[in-house]
């Protein structure tokens, strides 16, 4: 018995001078094998900040991060060869229509903080599509980014709905619209089936498009968004293919309120916008 508790006692005293040893070997812990070194920035980078961060502090996120898109849908990162592209066309659109009607500081002062890009479509389980969201007025996601075509104007209007759509939210969330006025104007005929009829039919309706009649404060954002990416002429083709006058008297009447909030709120002719708007439409196509 004293002869086995010597040799655990020399098993664990050489046990001891092995770790020991170990600790104190000269030498010392290697270097970490993980590359901590930032890398270098590409084009497209030193492109982005100079156009967004730099000028306007704004971030875009294109490179992908699991953590700021819905991990339970399909979506993958854009095409590097598109994110410029898109990213100008967002920039000469909305970023200087903004620039030139309201002032040069305006989108500094509110605007999202981050633009996550998405490649493909956000497609929901009702079979409706989500092209972009607004999320704390701090980040607006824009998908199907690979899909933009700068020549194609209906495609660029498509696009650029989202943002302007968007952008509405980030602005009622930093001083309301009068949600009294603008909800007497067409009270029942919001629904969360909203994508059960077409455009058309929500247009005799009094809702400039089928998704307005989710609620007041889509409502609201569709009718600024679709008047900003429309010129004077394809809005007013828009009412005169509305066959009821009450239905077109109710778009008129939201179409005041959003005017008016316009001019209100942060002191901007609406016309001004929509007409600065169109002009760099056409800058974007025809260029």
């Not at 040069?104 to 493909?120: M, N, S």
């Not at 495609?155 to 001083?175: A, D, M, S």
Request: aromatic share 10%; charged share 25%.
């Amino acid at each position: 018995m004293k002869i086995l508790k010597q040799v655990k006692k020399i098993a664990l005293l050489t046990l001891v001078l092995l770790i020991f040893n170990a600790c104190s070997s000269e030498e010392g812990l290697k270097e970490s094998q993980l590359d901590l070194s930032t890398p270098a920035k590409s084009e497209l980078d030193i492109w982005i900040d100079n156009n967004y961060l730099n000028t306007y502090n704004i971030n875009i996120q294109y490179k992908w991060n699991q953590n700021v898109v819905d991990n339970n849908r399909f979506l993958y990162p854009p095409l590097q060869s598109k994110v410029q592209s898109v990213l100008e066309i967002v920039q000469k659109i909305w970023l200087e229509s903004y620039k030139t009607i309201a002032g040069p500081d305006f989108v500094k002062k509110i605007a999202p903080r981050e633009f996550v890009l998405v490649g493909g479509i956000n497609l929901n389980t009702t079979g409706t599509i989500t092209l972009g969201l607004a999320e704390g007025g701090q980040r607006i996601t824009l998908f199907e980014t690979d899909n933009v075509n700068k020549k194609d104007r209906e495609n660029v209007k498509r696009f650029i709905h989202t943002i302007q759509h968007e952008y509405l939210h980030i602005l009622n969330q930093t001083k309301p619209f009068d949600e009294k006025t603008f909800s007497k104007i067409t009270p029942s005929g919001y629904t969360s089936n909203w994508y059960a009829t077409s455009t058309a039919v929500a247009r005799e309706q009094g809702f400039i498009t089928d998704y307005a009649r989710s609620n007041i404060n889509e409502d609201f954002a569709e009718m600024a968004s679709i008047m900003l990416v429309n010129s004077k002429a394809e809005y007013e083709a828009i009412l005169n293919a509305i066959t009821s006058s009450t239905a077109k008297a109710s778009i008129k009447s939201k179409e005041a309120v959003v005017v008016k909030y316009f001019k209100d709120a942060f002191g901007i002719d609406f016309y001004k916008l929509r007409d600065e708007a169109e002009k760099n439409t056409n800058a974007v196509i025809n260029g």
